[in-house]
């Protein structure tokens, strides 16, 4: 079946470095989402991608969704303290878009002030 | 800001013994799910509900998981009898119907911490 692979696992930045996290699928998915979460939170959503190449920013964040909708990553630009938690990307498992969601084992990321 | 409530927060439980979560979606929120997250893990979808219906439940331990959402609004979850690996974070999470190629975004709950002993 689908399966979502994140890497990598950990990062660890001072504040100010970028930060990226990749995240692959083994098949085509029809949309990818990302979202957060905070040391002892709850996952929040970022973002949702759905067309092959897209390219989307929220501040300090950049999404891409590849060409082959396979893979997807998250960039964030001179990090900041805040941005501290892990990253999830998810996506649909099966061919519709209403299929049950999977998630990636996440990025920790740990920002040095 | 509407949000999905989840009880209780936290749960310590023997093993052997009964427990059940509860979840009261977003209003309007027709899709609700069940995942488990455990502890350095991405959460795992283990039951997925339209309305009232189960559309997804093949990674629900059927033996000693269920779940229901009655009227298609709150849903609970039980488990009988727990066992010390069910021990992990419970989210409900809720959304409004897919669309096209877009997912609903998920909203989730605080969760439910469990811990069998």
């Known amino acids: 079946g689908q399966q979502v692979m994140q890497i990598p696992q950990y990062q660890h930045v001072q504040e100010g470095e970028d930060f990226t996290t990749y995240c692959n699928s083994s098949?085509?998915?029809?949309?990818i989402q990302w979202y957060k979460q905070r040391p002892g939170g709850h996952p929040v959503f970022l973002i949702q991608?759905?067309?092959?190449?897209e390219v989307k920013k929220q501040k300090r964040l950049t999404f891409q969704f590849g060409e082959a909708k396979k893979n997807s990553s998250l960039h964030i630009t001179a990090t900041q303290t805040t941005d501290v938690g892990t990253y999830f990307c998810a996506g649909p498992r099966g061919e519709t878009s209403g299929s049950r969601l999977t998630f990636g084992e996440g990025t920790q990321l740990t920002v040095n002030p | 800001e509407a949000e999905v409530a989840q009880s209780p927060r936290y749960k310590i439980t023997e093993k052997s013994q009964a427990v059940a979560f509860w979840c009261d979606p977003i209003?309007?929120?027709?899709?609700l799910y069940w995942y488990r997250q455990i502890l350095g893990q991405g959460p795992e979808l283990l039951v997925q509900?339209?309305?009232?219906?189960?559309?997804?439940d093949s990674q629900l331990p059927k033996d000693r998981f269920s779940a229901e959402r009655l009227k298609g609004v709150d849903s609970t979850l039980k488990i009988q009898p727990a066992e010390l690996g069910d021990s992990a974070m419970y989210l409900c999470a809720s959304s409004l119907r897919t669309s096209g190629e877009k997912t609903g975004e998920l909203f989730f709950g605080e969760g439910s911490r469990l811990t069998v002993l």
């Open positions: 209003s309007g929120h027709a899709t």
């Open positions: 509900f339209q309305d009232e219906s189960v559309v997804d």
């Open positions: 098949t085509t998915l029809s949309n």
């Open positions: 991608l759905v067309k092959s190449g």
